[in-house]
């Protein structure tokens, strides 16, 4: 089994700042793609970024320039240092993992979510 903590979130002003983290653990061998999702109440679930293990990165054009997912592989660890944050960025946040296991199966993973909540 593989499990995805997330930290970070909470209460910041417009214009503040917040760094989410997402450690993964268990049986992992190695990990493809990380990504951050999120979903607003009564929204759908929307892709904030996705890095690869070679540190390529996508982003929603929402958050581009905002946003900066980065990841440390020796740790399986991704982050989300998102600055300049909007009222619009409130959310609950969820990290996701491709992970292939020891047992020798691809699997994506999720973690349980944080939430971010941006005042104006």
């Known amino acids: 089994q593989v499990q995805l903590v997330e930290s970070g979130g909470g209460l910041v002003q417009a214009g503040g700042s917040l760094r989410l983290s997402c450690a993964a653990s268990?049986?992992?061998?190695?990990?493809?793609?990380m990504g951050w999702y999120r979903r607003a109440p009564g929204k759908e679930r929307e892709l904030v970024a996705t890095?690869?293990?070679?540190?390529?990165?996508d982003y929603a054009d929402s958050v581009k320039g905002r946003f900066a997912i980065s990841r440390d592989n020796a740790k399986d660890t991704v982050y989300l240092q998102m600055n300049s944050l909007k009222p619009e960025d409130t959310s609950a946040y969820y990290c996701t993992a491709e992970v292939f296991s020891h047992r020798g199966t691809w699997s994506q993973y999720w973690g349980q979510g944080t939430q971010v909540t941006v005042s104006s």
């Open positions: 268990g049986s992992i061998f190695s990990i493809n793609v």
């Open positions: 890095i690869t293990g070679g540190g390529s990165t």
